[in-house]
């Protein structure tokens, strides 16, 4: 099982930790692009039009800052790193050691700056979203696109993947159709089912948790997936196509 999670927009930076180093992070064949990427961002937060590039407001100020030293910065692991309504539900913290070397093991984040991580891969914070467009590289997700294919297909080999990614982070990268399944939620408002983020966040982040979490083999195909699913929600799984992985859909109480 290989749980595909995006970043999060927050980052809480380290207060103490080692430095950066390119070599501590999973998938080294990204180095490269890593290092283009990071040199990119450092120009693009030195330019004066620099929030409007990083699609940021004033109030994130230091955060641009911040970017321009990210070799200086401490450095945590990754689900240290990445905060906010997922990882809160995740609960990283508050797994058993057993249930985080699992989670260690299961969990890569696809992520604008870094293409894709381990989850203990020790990281600075920093502030880029994949939908931006740098000027040295061009749209992110499809720079990462052209680098993730072969690492990530050759990592998911022999795995269910369970695609827990928004839409501007999945555009990176396309797992097998055949052995993926994409997370969708819904809750249902007035008779309808509706979209709303903030329950699609926490609601992907207690399933990452579940199935960290849960006695029992880990699901290895998308029906099975869909079992383990409905231990706690009502769900329901639609078949795959070629071009489309199978869509397991949770649907809340209004």
Request: charged share 20%.
């Amino acid at each position: 099982m290989l749980i595909l999670l995006p970043p999060s927009e927050g980052k809480t930076p380290a207060v103490t930790g080692p430095g950066f180093d390119p070599d501590k992070l999973h998938f080294p064949q990204l180095t490269d692009a890593r290092k283009q990427v990071l040199a990119a961002l450092s120009e693009a937060s030195t330019a004066a039009e620099a929030h409007s590039i990083l699609g940021v407001g004033p109030s994130l100020a230091a955060e641009v800052r911040r970017n321009v030293v990210l070799h200086e910065e401490p450095c945590a692991p990754a689900h240290r790193i990445y905060s906010g309504v997922l990882y809160d539900a995740l609960g990283y913290a508050e797994l058993t050691p057993a249930q985080q070397r699992k989670a260690d093991d299961a969990v890569v984040v696809i992520s604008g700056l870094w293409g894709a991580l381990g989850f203990s891969d020790p990281i600075p914070a920093y502030r880029l979203s994949m939908a931006v467009k740098l000027p040295e590289t061009g749209k992110l997700a499809s720079f990462w696109k052209a680098h993730l294919a072969q690492a990530l297909t050759e990592h998911a080999a022999g795995h269910l993947v369970v695609d827990c990614r928004s839409s501007t982070y999945a555009a990176a990268w396309a797992p097998d159709p055949s052995t993926a399944a994409a997370v969708n939620v819904f809750q249902v408002r007035n008779g309808k089912r509706t979209v709303v983020s903030h329950f699609a966040k926490h609601t992907r982040g207690e399933l990452a948790r579940h199935l960290l979490t849960r006695a029992g083999s880990d699901p290895a195909t998308p029906e099975q997936l869909l079992a383990a699913a409905q231990e706690k929600w009502e769900a329901e799984l639609v078949p795959a196509t070629a071009r489309k992985p199978f869509q397991l859909n949770i649907v809340l109480p209004g």
